[in-house]
Structures are given as C-alpha cells and as structure tokens.
C-alpha cells in the first residue's frame, strides 16, 4: 500500500508534464527533432548493416552452407609447382578416403560465350563442369528437368543445366527443356533448369545464377581442358566433423599430390568469422553516430528545459504556495524531459521502418542485401530515448527544485 502513493504522484507529474509539453508545441516540437533523428538513424543503419550481413549468410547458405570446403591449387610464380595443378585423381582420393564422410566433386570454372540458336541472343556466362555431385554440394534448386548423371559423364554427353536467369537472358519466354544452345560454337541441349530458393527472392543480384552446368567429362574432352581442374569441392554429411576433417582432407590430398603443398582448403566458416566481425564493427559505427546524434538532441533538451524553467519561475512559486515539495518540483521537469525523448524516439522508430525501404531503392541492383527491420534496435531506441531524456532533465530538474519559493511567486 505504501508503493500507491508513490506510483499515484509519479502518474500526476507525467500528466503535468504532458500538459506542458502540449502548451509550449514550438520548444517540445524543438526537443523532439533532434532524438527522433538520431533514434531513425539508429533503425536504418543497424538495418542496413543487418540486412548486407543476412544476404551474406543467404550466399553461403545457397552455395553448399558452413560444412562446404574448397580445395584449390596453389600457383607461386617464384616456386613453381612441379605438378599440372589439380587433376580428378585428387577428388578420387579424398572421395576413398572418407566414404561415409563427405562429397566430393571435381570442378572446372572458366568464362565461355553462349547464345540461343533460335532468337541469336548471346551472353558470356560461367560454365562449370562438374559431375552428379555437383548439385547436393552447390544447393542447386531444380525448377525443371534434371542435373548432370553418371550417363552424361561416362558417355560424355553435350547436355547442360542452365539457370532461370539465363534463360530470360537468352530469350527464352517459355520452357527452355530439350532446346539448343551454343556454348563457345558448340551445341549443348538443355536438359535442366534451376532458380532460386523462395526464402531468397530478395537477393537482387547472385552470380551463382549465372552459371551453367555441364558434364566434367566434356569439358574435359571436347572443350579440351584435359584432367586440370580449377577446384575439388567438398561438402561435409556431418557439420559437426569440421575441425578434424579440415586437417585429414588436406593430409589426404597432399598425398595424393606427391609434390608438396601446393594448394588451399578454403573454409566457409573463416569466411562467415570474417565478416561477422566487419557486421560488429560496423553495429558500433552505426551505433556511435546515433548516440552522437542523439547527444545533441540531449543538449538542446537541455537548454530548452533551462529556457523553460525561466519562464515559469512563477508557477514553480504557485506550486511550492499549493503545497508541491521539492521532489514533485523535480520529477515534474525530470518527467517532462523523459516525455519530449520519448515521444521523439517513437517518432524516430516510426520514420525509420518507413526510411528502411526508401533506403534500400538507392542500392544499386548488383549489391546484394537490403536494409531490414531489426527487432533489438527497437529496444535499443527505447532506451536511448529514455536515458537521454533523464540525462538531459537531471540538471534542469534540480535547477528547479532548488528556487526559493518566495523568489519564483515574487517573478513576473
């Protein structure tokens, strides 16, 4: 029962407060600006970032996830390789050595130009070869048809998967399945079509969809490449195994190189390290000019509440003769200096969320990610609001509280 009173005098001082703020509209309308423009500024750049950094982990999510590995050669023009580079006998060996513990594919990475027989239209594009695997290691959503099979690679057979992207970028305006394109002059028919994930719609742009799969054998033999191939992807069937497969898979393949170590073994798990570290150190950025921005606010805060108490010297007397203690007289200027951050802040998260899309339509369509709503800076600017109001109100607050109530009545 003792807390009633308590929480009663607290409730009429916000009132009292807020009747204030709504008698002097131009100076609460001055000390909302400032937070409202520092706590939007908080939602679009922690958005922003959040939103670059949810495309990169849509990236690596749609090519192969966290348990992918890329073993690629290694070429030091000061010490030159004895061997050709990376050869399919390397993917054999690791594929034997862990059976049970991962996939493997050999792969062949190269810019080919590739154009539509019926309507003439050509682009360059990526083409990779590669083996059945390919699809289980790359995530590859099939929209139609199907992928490359052990038939294609055994009997070397001119087919390709190609994406939707490619196919709207080669005119095709309808099914694309069973046609004929030419892949550096030589025919290739279309036996397969994949897209994008649904959950991934938003990523403009991905240079995974540009690329156009076909059969290791055949790039091998009739595009003449020979055995070299540019990297042996593997994806682990436990994520978990991480740490120790990483050292066996590059002992296995350094045996099988017979000259040393002349290759990487990229890991997508430094890669995600790496840029969640960019992501924190771009938070606090982001972080750091809001809370710039929102000391200033407090600053104006300040002055204007200083401005105020001036002016109402008389009430303060008025409210003293009434029977107000120093402590009303305090939690009244506190109040009304945590009311005016307040209702900046809400009006700060209000224009925020509809900044976060306008924002977004000035990235470029070849950038990835958009800036996205991030529940946590919703609390975060609360707070802020809120601890800036009372830091802002502490000092004009006990200003107030410490007239002499004969000297505020006596004040015209």
Not at 15 to 43: H, N, P, Q, W
Not at 133 to 148: E, P, Q, S, Y
Request: hydrophobic residues 45%; aromatic residues 8%.
């Amino acid at each position: 029962m003792a807390l009633y009173p308590k929480i009663k005098h607290i409730r009429a001082a916000f009132r009292d407060a807020s009747a204030e703020m709504l008698a002097y509209k131009g100076r609460t309308f001055l000390g909302i600006i400032g937070v409202s423009i520092g706590i939007a500024t908080l939602i679009v750049t922690v958005g922003a970032v959040r939103g670059a950094f949810k495309a990169w982990e849509d990236y690596i999510e749609e090519n192969g996830g966290l348990q992918r590995l890329t073993l690629i050669f290694r070429y030091d023009q000061n010490r030159p390789s004895i061997t050709p580079g990376l050869t399919s006998r390397t993917q054999a060996v690791i594929q034997r050595a862990f059976p049970r513990a991962v996939i493997t594919t050999g792969s062949l990475n190269t810019q080919v130009q590739v154009r539509n027989i019926v309507t003439g239209k050509q682009a360059d594009f990526a083409l990779v070869g590669t083996s059945e695997n390919g699809a289980a290691i790359d995530h590859v959503t099939l929209k139609a048809g199907r992928f490359i099979c052990q038939a294609d690679l055994a009997r070397q057979l001119p087919v390709a998967v190609i994406s939707e992207d490619i196919a709207t970028r080669l005119g095709y305006s309808g099914d694309s399945i069973g046609s004929t394109i030419l892949i550096d002059d030589r025919p290739f028919r279309v036996v397969g079509l994949y897209g994008r994930k649904d959950v991934n719609k938003r990523l403009p742009f991905n240079p995974r969809y540009l690329m156009i799969y076909v059969s290791a054998t055949v790039v091998s033999a009739k595009l003449r490449y020979g055995d070299y191939i540019n990297a042996v992807d593997i994806s682990l069937l436990q994520k978990h195994e991480l740490g120790t497969m990483v050292t066996a898979i590059r002992d296995a393949a350094q045996f099988s190189r017979h000259a040393g170590h002349d290759f990487n073994l990229i890991t997508r798990e430094d890669e995600y390290n790496a840029f969640r570290k960019t992501e924190i150190t771009m938070c606090y950025a982001s972080w750091t000019i809001s809370i710039a921005i929102l000391v200033i606010g407090g600053i104006g805060i300040t002055n204007v509440m200083l401005a105020s108490i001036n002016e109402r010297m008389r009430e303060i007397g008025v409210r003293y003769a009434l029977g107000a203690t120093s402590i009303h007289i305090r939690h009244q200027f506190l109040l009304e200096a945590v009311a005016v951050c307040f209702t900046g802040g809400l009006i700060g998260i209000a224009t925020g969320i509809v900044a976060l899309p306008i924002a977004g339509s000035f990235i470029p369509l070849d950038i990835p990610g958009r800036p996205i709503f991030v529940p946590s800076a919703l609390a975060t600017a609360v707070c802020a609001s809120v601890g800036v109001g009372i830091l802002a109100g502490i000092y004009p607050a006990v200003r107030a509280s410490k007239f002499n109530p004969m000297d505020a009545l006596r004040n015209e």
